[in-house]
């Protein structure tokens, strides 16, 4: 499975940005999907989550209520709707998936920053 994200760049805080993540591959394997970030002298942390179909949802309570995770599994693509952008959600934005066997797919990120 290989995954390319999309979709990121520069924006004012209180601002928006959508990321999306193309996935190819042998898409049949990927069960969840989900989006995680790095800032600069931090580790990276999950994000948000979704499940195969979009049945269920995860979010880190730091983004619950202004980031929405979608999936469309005919495109093969999760999309990540950022709101009310903080400062501190700057940070290169990571694709995964989880695959039902064989190791996990990470893409190359996208670097979001956030301006006061």
């Known amino acids: 499975v290989q995954l390319a994200e999309s979709g990121g760049g520069l924006v004012q805080a209180g601002g928006s940005l959508r990321l999306s993540c193309a996935a190819s591959?042998?898409?049949?394997?990927?069960?969840?999907m989900g989006w995680y970030r790095q800032a600069p002298g931090k580790q990276r942390e999950l994000v948000a989550t979704i499940t195969s179909g979009g049945g269920s949802t995860n979010y880190a309570d730091s983004v619950k209520g202004r980031f929405t995770i979608s999936r469309d599994d005919i495109k093969n693509t999760v999309y990540l709707q950022m709101n009310s952008l903080k400062p501190e959600d700057t940070a290169v934005y990571y694709c995964?998936?989880?695959?039902?066997?064989?190791?996990?797919?990470w893409g190359t990120g996208t670097q979001v920053t956030v301006s006061s």
């Open positions: 995964h998936a989880q695959t039902r066997a064989g190791p996990d797919a």
């Open positions: 591959g042998s898409t049949f394997m990927i069960n969840f």
